[in-house]
C-alpha cells in the first residue's frame, strides 16, 4: 500500500504573506529561494519513493506533510484517549491557581514559542506582581473601534493586491501605518482583552529534574511513530542560572509599538519585576545537547555531559533513549500526526530521583539542532532541512509497505 501525503498548493513558494513579510522585513533573497529550493527537493523526494500527492485538505488518509499547530487543550484531549501513559505535569488555569497557588510553579504564555514568556515562581511575592499583571493590567497598548476598522479596511486590500503589481507597496505602507498607530493608541485595557489574557496563561507544576542541570528530552519523532533522533538537553547549572531580564527599553518605554508586554515582568526598573530565574534546558540559557543512540557522526559526551547522563540513569558509554520513552514517542506521533505532520518534537521531562517522565509538548515543523548534533556532528549544515524530512518520508513509505 502506498502511503498518500497531503501537500498544499503553496508549499513550495510558501505562504504568500509570510513570503512577502520576510521580504519586507529584509530577508535575503537567497534565503528565500534555498528555503524553496529545499521545499523543492522534498517534494521531488515525496514523489520518487511513490508517496501519492494529494492537495486535498479533507483527505483524512492522507499525512499532512507540514501540520497545523494542535491547541494544548486538544492535545492533552487526544493523548488522554490515546496514550493514557503519557502524563503531564499538573497544570491549572490562571483562575484556578489563583484560588490555590502552589511553588514553585511555571507561569506558560501558551501561544509563545521557543521558550518565551515562560516564568519561574517561586515563592507568593512573585506570584502578587504576576496577579498583578493578569488582572489589574499595565500600561496595554488598546486601539479603538474604529482605529480597527480601519486597519482591517487596510488589511483586506493587501491581501487582495498582487505583490508583483507597483501599488503593492503602498498598500503593505498604508496597512503597517494603521497597524502601527492603533498600537500607539493607550487605552485602559478591556475587560474582554483581560479575559483573553488570562485565558492564554496556564501555571504548570515544576519538575525537579535529576543533577544540578534543568533538563528535558527531545525526541524528532515521524507520525508513523519512528525516533528519528533524541538527545537529551541540559540547561545552565542551577547554581548559576540567571534571572529572566530585559534592558532592551527604558521602562517608560515598555508601551510603544513592538514591545513585549511581558516586559512589564521582566525590565529591572518595573513595578511587577519578577527577577524570575531562567531555567530552560536549551542551548540559549548556556546549556547544550547530548545525543542519544548516536551515530558514527555524533560527538561523543564531555566529562560534565557523563556526569548528567550518569544522574539521569543512562550508561554513559552507551547513551541510548529510555525505552519508556520510545514507546512513548512512538504512540505519540501516531495519534499526534495526522494534526502535526509527519515530523514533530515531543519533549519530556524526568523526575529527580526517578525513572518516572512526564510530557511537556509536542510540537510539528521541529528545528534541526537535534538532527544536526545527531547526523552532522553538531555543525550548521545546509542539507540538515531536506536530509531530515527526506529519512520521515522514507520512514513513512516504508511502513505503509511493511
Known amino acids: 500500500m502506498r502511503a498518500e501525503l497531503y501537500v498544499p498548493d503553496d508549499y513550495v513558494e510558501g505562504p504568500r504573506q509570510a513570503t512577502v513579510v520576510a521580504r519586507m522585513l529584509g530577508a535575503p533573497p537567497e534565503e528565500l529561494q534555498r528555503r524553496q529550493g529545499t521545499r ?70 501558551t501561544p509563545s514559542d521557543l521558550g518565551d514568556n515562560k516564568f519561574l515562581l517561586e515563592d507568593p511575592e512573585q506570584w502578587y ?39 503593492y507597496k503602498q498598500a503593505y505602507d498604508n496597512w503597517r501605518t494603521w497597524d502601527w498607530y492603533v498600537q500607539r493608541k493607550r487605552q485602559p485595557a478591556s ?13 504548570e507544576e515544576y519538575v525537579e529534574t535529576p543533577s544540578e542541570y534543568s ?3 527531545r525526541t524528532l519523532t515521524t507520525a508513523t511513530g519512528d525516533v528519528l533522533a533524541s538527545s537529551l538537553l541540559y540547561g545552565a547549572r542551577s547554581d548559576t542560572l540567571e534571572l529572566v531580564s530585559t534592558s532592551k527599553r527604558h521602562v517608560d518605554t515598555l508601551s510603544e509599538p513592538g514591545a513585549n508586554l511581558f ?57 541510548t533513549l529510555p525505552a519508556q520513552l520510545r514507546e512513548l514517542s512512538r504512540q505519540i506521533g501516531i495519534t499526534l500526526g495526522p494534526h502535526l505532520g509527519i515530523l514533530m518534537g515531543i519533549d519530556f521531562v524526568q523526575q529527580a530521583k526517578s525513572d518516572s517522565f512526564k510530557l511537556l509538548e509536542a510540537n510539528g515543523g521541529p528545528g534541526f539542532e537535534t538532527y544536526i548534533d545527531a547526523y552532522y556532528g553538531g555543525k550548521p549544515n545546509a542539507d540538515a532541512e531536506f536530509a531530515m524530512y527526506r529519512h520521515a518520508l522514507n520512514a513513512i513509505a516504508y511502513s505503509k509497505r511493511s
Open 40 to 109: 523543492q527537493q522534498i517534494l521531488d523526494h515525496a514523489y520518487a519513493i511513490g508517496l501519492i500527492i494529494t492537495n486535498d485538505e479533507a483527505n483524512t488518509d492522507a499525512y499532512p506533510l507540514m501540520g497545523d499547530t494542535l491547541e494544548y487543550e486538544d492535545e492533552r484531549r487526544l493523548l488522554a484517549e490515546e496514550v493514557p501513559e503519557a502524563k503531564y505535569p499538573e497544570v491549572r488555569s490562571a483562575e484556578a491557581f489563583r484560588e490555590q497557588p502552589f511553588f514553585p510553579a511555571v507561569a506558560k504564555h
Open 129 to 167: 506582581k504576576m496577579e498583578r499583571f493578569l488582572w489589574n493590567g499595565a500600561p496595554w497598548v488598546q486601539p479603538s473601534e474604529d482605529d480597527l476598522d480601519q486597519l482591517s479596511k487596510h488589511r483586506v486590500i493587501l491581501d487582495a493586491t498582487d505583490p508583483t503589481d507597483t501599488t
Open 191 to 203: 475587560d474582554d482583552f483581560m479575559d483573553m489574557l488570562r485565558s492564554n496563561v496556564t501555571f
Open 215 to 217: 533538563t528535558s528530552y
Open 263 to 319: 516586559d512589564h515582568l521582566t525590565h529591572p526598573e518595573s513595578n511587577l519585576y519578577l527577577a524570575s530565574r531562567k531555567f530552560q534546558s536549551n542551548r540559549s540559557s548556556g546549556g547544550g545537547g547530548i545525543v542519544l543512540d548516536p551515530t558514527r557522526a555524533s560527538k561523543p559526551p564531555t566529562a560534565t555531559e557523563r556526569r548528567i547522563l550518569a544522574a539521569h540513569n543512562i550508561n554513559p558509554r552507551q547513551p
